[in-house]
């Protein structure tokens, strides 16, 4: 979890900044598996928030799109 400069709290975001694992799966167009793995590699964005058991992951929609960016071009396109 990103925290706010000087303090353990988590940056603000609002919703439509945030991203699931299923918007995730969906824009890869993978299997739900697949994707649990692919958010998992050492080089995809921390999430911003992760639940205590591990159950709920959001990420910050910019650092997905950045990843996809260097790591699937041309998923824009695809979207």
Request: hydrophobic letters at 40%; a positive charge.
């Amino acid at each position: 979890m990103r925290s706010v400069e000087g303090t353990d709290r988590p940056r603000p975001a609002t919703p439509d900044e945030l991203v699931g694992i299923a918007e995730i799966r969906a824009t890869l167009g993978v299997a739900t598996a697949r994707a649990y793995v692919i958010s998992r590699f050492r080089d995809f964005p921390a999430p911003w928030y992760a639940s205590e058991d591990g159950r709920v992951r959001l990420w910050l929609r910019a650092d997905v799109q950045l990843w996809l960016d260097r790591h699937r071009p041309g998923w824009r396109d695809e979207a």
